[in-house]
C-alpha cells in the first residue's frame, strides 16, 4: 500500500498550492480519503475528507471557503487545492484512507508520508 503525497513547497500569503495523492495497493473506489495537517508543536488535526459511495465532503472551520478536496476514483488519487492561504496553513500535510463507511475523523487504514507546506508573511 502507497499514498504518495506531492504537491507542497514555499508560497506567501494568498497564493495558491494543488496538493495530490497518488495511491496504489487498495481499492481506492472503497474508501474515504482525505488531508490532515501537523503544524510545529501541535498535534495533527483534520483538514479535509471526502467520502466514497456520496462524495460527501468535511472541511476544518480554518479552511472553509478556501480549501477544496476532490477525487478521481479511475487514477486512484485525491487532492487538495489550497487558495488564499495564509502562515497558519504552514504545516506538514499528509494524506489518509479508512475503508467502507467508517469516518476518517475517527479511524484510519492508511497514511502517507507528509508533504510540507510553508506560507511566508
Known amino acids: 500500500v502507497q499514498l504518495q503525497a506531492s504537491g507542497g513547497g514555499l508560497v506567501q500569503t494568498g497564493g495558491s498550492l494543488r496538493l495530490a495523492c497518488a495511491t496504489s495497493?487498495?481499492?481506492?473506489?472503497?474508501?474515504?480519503v482525505g488531508w490532515f495537517r501537523q503544524a510545529p508543536g501541535k498535534e495533527r488535526a483534520a483538514v479535509a475528507t471526502?467520502?466514497?459511495?456520496?462524495?460527501?465532503?468535511y472541511y476544518a472551520d480554518s479552511v472553509k471557503s478556501r480549501f477544496t478536496i476532490s477525487r478521481d476514483d479511475a487514477k486512484n488519487t485525491v487532492w487538495l487545492q489550497m487558495n488564499s492561504l495564509k502562515p497558519e496553513d504552514t504545516a506538514v500535510y499528509y494524506c489518509?484512507?479508512?475503508?467502507?463507511?467508517?469516518?476518517?475523523?475517527?479511524?484510519?487504514?492508511?497514511w502517507g508520508h507528509g508533504t510540507l507546506v510553508t506560507v511566508s508573511s
Open positions: 495497493g487498495f481499492r481506492f473506489s472503497d474508501y474515504n
Open positions: 471526502i467520502r466514497w459511495h456520496s462524495g460527501g465532503t
Open positions: 489518509a484512507a479508512v475503508r467502507g463507511l467508517r469516518d476518517l475523523l475517527s479511524q484510519t487504514d492508511y
